[in-house]
Each structure stands twice: as C-alpha cells, then as structure tokens.
C-alpha cells in the first residue's frame, strides 16, 4: 500500500494587499485559506457555475485561446499515450465563449470529454479582469495566466518560477513533492512533453508499482491539499505538482515570477547543452568537469576569482545585462558551427 501524503501546511486570515515575504520567499509549499474571498469572480462562483461564466464573459473581447481537448475514454488525463509516441489529447484554438458554451453542454454528461484551457495571459484573454481580482505582489513582476476547464488531470511536473495559485471556480486538488524525489517520480522525455515541462510518468490514479517501484518512496514526502473557491497555494520554484480539477466547471488564476534577472536564461538550456556535451565524455573526463561546475558555477566562492584582476574577470565577474548578452552571442556562435 502507498504511503498517503500528509496535509500541506496552511495559513488563513491574510489579505491579498499584503502577502508576507517569508511566504512569497518560501522554499515550502502554503496553503493560503480564503487568500481571494473578496474578488467578485469568487463571489459569483459562490453563487452558480453559470453566474461565474457569465462573470467571464464580461470582459471577453473576442481573442482565440489555446485549449486542449481530450476524448471522455481518458477519463480527464491529460497524459501520454500508452507507448509514449504521442498524447491522450489534442490542441485547437478557439474563441473563449464558445469554449464556455462547450464546458457548460458537457456538464450535462455523465463522461465528458476534457476540455482545459491551458495557462492563458488574463489582460490578452480578459483585459480588465484583473482591475477587479488581483493580489499585490510587491514589486514583483508577475505573469497572470487563467486556468479554465472541467474534470481535468494534470500529471507532475515543476515551474522554474514560484507560484502563487488561486481557486476562483470549483475544487483543486494539488499534491506536491519536494525537488529531490525527481529520481522516485520516473520523469518522463525532456525535450517531448505535454505542455512544455518534463512530467512524471506515473499514472497518480492507477500507479504500476511493478514498473515503478520507487514512486512509494516518492509518497513519503508528498504533501496534499484539496482548495476551494477563494483558497490560493503558493508553490515554490521546482517542487513537482500534480493537478486535479474536480468539479465540472473549474477556474484557477496563478501568478508566475522569478528570483533571477530577466536577462538570464532558462536553466534547462544549460542541461540540455550538458547532455550534449558532457553525458557522454569518458568517467573521468566527466568527473573532471563535474570538478569545473563545481568551482564555477555550483560552489563559487571569492577563491575562485579572487587572483585574476577585477577588470579581466569578464562572465566570470558579476553577471550583467551586457555581460548576459555578450556571453549569449559567443554561445552562439560556438553552436552554430
């Protein structure tokens, strides 16, 4: 029998004027209980599924979404196919009230197709919609995406940025595991993904212990916490996270922000570029750059510069725009070979 996650930790009574630092800075996951009872969507989603959607369909200005959409066979899950060649689900763009229309005529069915509108910039999808539901970041600079389908499955996977995820509409189940149980959860290929993110290969409904023994271990550390409308979780950057929509109507708002420079670059280009130029080198040449990551770029300390003059240190000193740009442009050409 796997080990059953424990409760996530949860907070409540905190406005969304005036979200603490040590939150937004965490390396744990919060729930944050009732964080947006006061936007009006929550309001309307309080009242029916219909009055939200109507809610939504107030700020809709006629933009196309990408939506994914999957056959009622697959019961929600938006996942590989058996053989892992291709995917249970396919991606159309639509106008957004008709994909309202669409989540609402399913509802009438017993097994639904799935249909999920996947991480949609609210000001592109809803100009205005944020005037009147929002948090206050600080002086962070976050993308607001909106999340809006019915019974959905999302498998694992992790986000580069922190997260702060709020329920507007419906029930969200979110299990979360720490970035260190990557080898228990068998991620799958890292350069052909559902949505952009390497994800886990377990099924969380029917998980194959013979083909995946270690994923019990992977349960030891998992955190749950099922959310309603107004209840919002904050995510740390690269912690593992499955999704479940529970309800036939659901709407998530999250808000997506980095701790890094927007001149830096996403770190799985540097993974991938090891792959390319390093996995394969003999043992001990590998061991040896293992050694240089180390010195330079994992363990740095003011011994590894400290002997070459301040002026001549160029990438090895401070990291800057200029200096991303000029290091960027010699990558390059170094590829393009």
């Known amino acids: 029998m796997l080990p059953k996650a424990k409760p996530m930790r949860t907070i409540a009574g905190i406005s969304p004027q ?28 309080q009242k029916s599924g219909q ?51 669409e989540i609402e005529r399913s509802a009438l069915n017993v097994q639904p197709p799935a249909i999920y509108v996947g991480s949609a910039e609210v000001e592109a999808c809803l100009p205005g919609f944020l005037a009147e539901n929002d948090v206050d970041l600080g002086a962070r600079d976050p993308l607001a995406s909106i999340w809006i389908g019915n019974r959905t499955r999302i498998p694992a996977h992790y986000d580069a940025p ?17 970035p260190e149980a990557l080898e228990d959860l068998y991620i799958g290929p890292l350069d052909f993904t559902p ?32 959310l309603g409308p107004g209840d919002a979780i904050f995510i740390p950057s690269m912690w593992w996270h499955r999704v479940e929509a529970l309800d036939s109507f659901n709407v998530l708002v999250n808000y997506w922000w980095r701790q890094s420079p927007d001149y830096m670059d996403h770190a799985m280009n540097a993974l991938m570029l090891a792959l390319l130029s390093v996995r394969d080198l003999p043992k001990e040449q590998r061991e040896a750059w293992g050694n240089m990551f180390s010195h330079y770029v994992f363990h740095p300390s003011e011994q590894t510069t400290n002997h070459i003059p301040e002026h001549a240190r160029r990438i090895l000193g401070p990291m800057t725009a200029d200096v991303a740009r000029m290091l960027r442009a010699q990558i390059l050409k170094k590829l393009n070979r």
């Open 51 to 101: 009055a939200a959607a109507d809610y939504l369909r107030g700020f809709y200005r006629g933009a196309a979404v990408d939506v994914f959409l999957a056959e009622s066979k697959f019961g929600g899950n938006f996942f590989y196919n058996d053989d892992v060649t291709g995917f249970t689900f396919h991606t159309e763009r639509l106008k957004l009230d008709a994909v309202l229309d």
């Open 162 to 178: 922190d997260n702060l995820a709020c329920v507007a509409v419906g029930h969200r189940r979110f299990t979360l595991f720490p």
């Open 195 to 226: 949505a952009g993110q390497p994800v886990s290969l377990v099924d969380f409904a029917y998980p194959d212990l013979k083909r995946f023994p270690k994923f019990a271990n992977a349960m030891k550390s998992a955190q749950v916490a099922e």
């Open 18 to 45: 005036a979200l603490p630092d040590d939150i937004l800075c965490s390396t744990e996951p919060w729930v944050l209980e009732g964080l947006v009872d006061s936007w009006p969507m929550v309001q309307a989603a």
